[in-house]
Every structure is written in structure tokens, then in C-alpha cells.
């Protein structure tokens, strides 16, 4: 089977009803980025930024994958399919993907203030201001924040290096290192870039779905398909 890696954003999530970041209306807009997604942010103010992820966990657990998402598990039938997703939801999870690589964490897991190695599964629940690990130290959301080391990069690149075929879904590429991820492919590789917007950076032989992730994905199945 051919290898198809597919890079994805908060786009692909929005037609779920999960906001973006960078758009008009979007997340960035209503709150500052550099108090609930920094660490000198947590340190200023824990609570804000444990509200901030408990809103979100909370509103994910009545959130259902949508076409995009399930049109990505049904490619595992014709290709062997790795999601490389900078989401920190579970939809492609919930739509059956069996490959999925979180590069920004996930929010259903919570972990040690102090060793990000103490992972703990939180479900939808909140994580609490005094709540501990099994380290005795505070409980934090389990995700990448501004300024903060990216450790799934290393096993993202293989999988970009590898593909026989490209696609990124929802995405504004504005965020290292996952923004550099396109620099690995094979060269000369196509890639097929799904977004209602245009694409604000250059990207050698991009192929632009310029469509929401919903209806974009079946237009990239059947071009894929007749490959
Ligand atoms: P952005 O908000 O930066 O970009 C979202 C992209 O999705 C834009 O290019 C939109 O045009 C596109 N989009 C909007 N609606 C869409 C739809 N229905 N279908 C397809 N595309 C659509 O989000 P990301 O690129 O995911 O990190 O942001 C990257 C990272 O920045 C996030 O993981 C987050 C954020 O700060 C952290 O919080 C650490």
C-alpha cells in the first residue's frame, strides 16, 4: 500500500464546531494567547489557564467528528494512512483513524507541572488548582504551550519523509516546528492542501481544494483514488 501523511489544524475540526485560532472570530481573538497557552502565562495565573482547557475538555466531549474526519479513516482502506495533527481534540480518533500523531498534546490527558513524563488520563473531566499526580506535584493540561518543546516532531518527520503522497487539512502553517514539516518531503512530491482561504505562504507544487475540510475531503479522495 502507497503512504499517505496527512498534516491537519484546527480547520479540520471547525465544521465540528470546535472554534480556530487565527481567524476572524477565532480563539486568539477572544483570548490572550500568552496568558492561557505560555508557561510564564501558568506561572502568573494557573487558574485562568485551567479554565481555559477545562472549558474546552468539557465542551469536546458532546463534539462529533465530521466528514473530513471520517473521510481520513475510511482512506486506511486504500492507503496507509498517518494523521499528523497539531488538534489537541480526539476526533480523528473518535472517526476511527488508527494512526494519530498529536504534535500540541491532547486535552483528555493531564500531567506533572514538573516531569511532562507523568501522563495521566483525565477523560472529560477538569483538572482541579491543588489536584496532584502521582509525583505529589500539581496536575496541568496536558499540551505543548508557547515556548515549550515539541517532542512528537521526532517521530513526525519519518512519516512526512516516507509519503508517497502529502495533504494538509486546516491549517494556517503558522506555527513551528509543525509549519516545517512540508520541508521533508520527498522532492518534487505534490501536496494536496484542503482551506476555504488562500494559502498565504508558498508552497512548491501545492494543489489547493479551496473548500471547507468537509466537502474538500471527497474531492481529495477522488483524486487521490485515481492515482
Ligand atoms: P489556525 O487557526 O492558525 O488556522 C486554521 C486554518 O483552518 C486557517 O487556514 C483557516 O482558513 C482554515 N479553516 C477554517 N475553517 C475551515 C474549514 N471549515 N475547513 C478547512 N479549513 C478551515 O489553526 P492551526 O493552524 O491549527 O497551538 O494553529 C496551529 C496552532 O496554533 C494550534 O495547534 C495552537 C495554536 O496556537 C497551541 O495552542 C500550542
Redesign the pocket.
Known amino acids: 500500500m502507497k503512504r499517505l501523511t496527512v498534516l491537519t489544524?484546527?480547520?479540520?475540526s471547525?465544521?465540528s464546531g470546535l472554534k480556530?485560532?487565527?481567524?476572524s472570530n477565532?480563539l486568539?481573538e477572544e483570548y490572550d494567547?500568552m496568558q492561557v497557552?505560555s508557561i510564564e502565562g501558568w506561572n502568573r495565573d494557573p487558574e485562568i489557564v485551567l479554565r481555559f482547557y477545562n472549558d474546552r475538555r468539557k465542551q469536546l466531549e458532546f463534539t462529533e467528528p465530521n466528514r473530513a474526519h471520517f473521510g481520513l479513516a475510511e482512506l486506511e482502506k486504500h492507503f496507509e494512512v498517518s494523521v499528523i495533527t497539531?488538534?489537541v481534540d480526539n476526533l480523528h480518533e473518535k472517526a476511527g483513524s488508527s494512526q494519530v500523531l498529536h504534535l500540541?498534546g491532547e486535552l483528555t490527558k493531564a500531567c506533572s507541572v514538573e516531569n511532562k513524563n507523568i501522563v495521566k488520563n483525565i477523560g472529560y473531566r477538569e483538572i482541579l488548582p491543588g489536584e496532584t499526580g502521582e509525583d505529589g506535584k500539581q496536575l496541568r493540561p496536558y499540551?505543548?504551550?508557547?515556548g515549550e518543546a515539541v517532542p512528537a516532531i521526532g517521530k513526525a518527520i519519518p512519516l512526512v519523509k516516507e509519503a508517497d503522497y502529502l495533504a494538509v487539512?486546516?491549517?494556517?502553517?503558522?506555527?513551528y516546528p509543525a509549519a516545517g514539516l512540508l520541508d521533508y518531503r520527498k522532492s518534487g512530491s505534490a501536496v494536496y492542501i484542503?482551506?476555504?482561504?488562500e494559502i498565504s505562504i508558498h508552497i512548491e507544487n501545492a494543489y489547493h481544494i479551496k473548500e471547507?475540510?468537509?466537502t474538500?475531503i471527497d474531492k481529495l479522495i477522488e483524486l487521490l483514488l485515481k492515482k
Open positions: 489544524g484546527a480547520g479540520i471547525a465544521e480556530t485560532f487565527r481567524d477565532g486568539w494567547v497557552a497539531q488538534n500540541h499540551i505543548v504551550w508557547f487539512i486546516g491549517t494556517s502553517l503558522n506555527v484542503i482551506d476555504p482561504k471547507n475540510a468537509g474538500g
